[in-house]
T-cell receptor
Framework: AQKVTQAQTEISVVEKEDVTLDCVYE???????LFWYKQPPSGELVFLIR??????QNEISGRYSWNFQKSTSSFNFTITASQVVDSAVYFC?????????FGAGTRLTVKP | GAVVSQHPSWVICKSGTSVKIECRSL??????MFWYRQFPKQSLMLMAT?????????EQGVEKDKFLINHASLTLSTLTVTSAHPEDSSFYIC??????????FGPGTRLTVT
């Protein structure tokens, strides 16, 4: 069975602070995909990244960066110099070439 | 990226009535579509997996007779909430998977049962 844990329910930071959202996953498969999505108040999921299990290279996209470590089964997401527009719920998800399962989500609030 | 649409975006219905939600992949064919339900301040929970031309696979605890899923074509899946009750009020999100296993989500349908 696959499982995704986002231990941080809510995080509040002040604008320009860096913030890391944690994601730990469990799977028995060697082939799987990890995802991060952003869900603003409108509800529509915004795709941020997809990473397959064979690619442990960290990725940076603007102010966003992801740290994938198979040794600790973690796929953490860092926002550098956070902005008020980053306020949303962020979901980590796992797919084993089948359905996609989501973590509980982390609600990020960035205060001006 | 690929586009998935849902219709309607929101619906209010009376208790006991049925509501149909459509999910369409607009620019790609999706042999597999998924239906999720999200209650306020909770995560997305997978309800069922829908394969074109075959019966949907429901997750444990999801009533197949209540949530009817039809995947009649490679671009359309429908979810019908039958005999809706207030506890069925939720945000329903569909997603469609491409042949290369990329998954795209619709904008969601907010259902309110009064």
């Amino acid at each position: 069975a696959q499982k995704v844990t986002q231990a941080q329910t809510e995080i509040s930071v002040v604008e320009k602070e860096d913030v890391t959202l944690d994601c730990v996953y469990e799977t028995r498969d060697t082939t799987y995909y990890l995802f991060w999505y952003k869900q603003p108040p409108s509800g529509e999921l915004v795709f941020l990244i997809r990473r397959n299990s064979f690619d442990e290279q960290n990725e940076i996209s603007g102010r966003y960066s992801w740290n994938f470590q198979k040794s600790t089964s973690s796929f953490n997401f860092t926002i550098t110099a956070s902005q008020v527009v980053d306020s949303a719920v962020y979901f980590c998800a796992l797919s084993e070439a089948g359905d996609m399962r989501f973590g509980a989500g982390t609600r990020l609030t960035v205060k001006p | 990226g690929a586009v998935v649409s849902q219709h309607p975006s929101w619906v209010i219905c009376k208790s006991g009535t049925s509501v149909k939600i459509e999910c369409r992949s607009l620019d790609f064919q999706a042999t597999t579509m998924f239906w999720y339900r999200q209650f306020p301040k909770q995560s997305l929970m997978l309800m069922a997996t829908s394969n074109e031309g075959s019966k949907a696979t429901y997750e444990q605890g999801v009533e197949k007779d209540k949530f009817l899923i039809n995947h009649a074509s490679l671009t359309l899946s429908t979810l019908t909430v039958t005999s809706a009750h207030p506890e069925d009020s939720s945000f329903y999100i569909c997603s469609a998977r491409t042949a290369t296993y990329e998954q795209y989500f619709g904008p969601g349908t907010r259902l309110t049962v009064t």
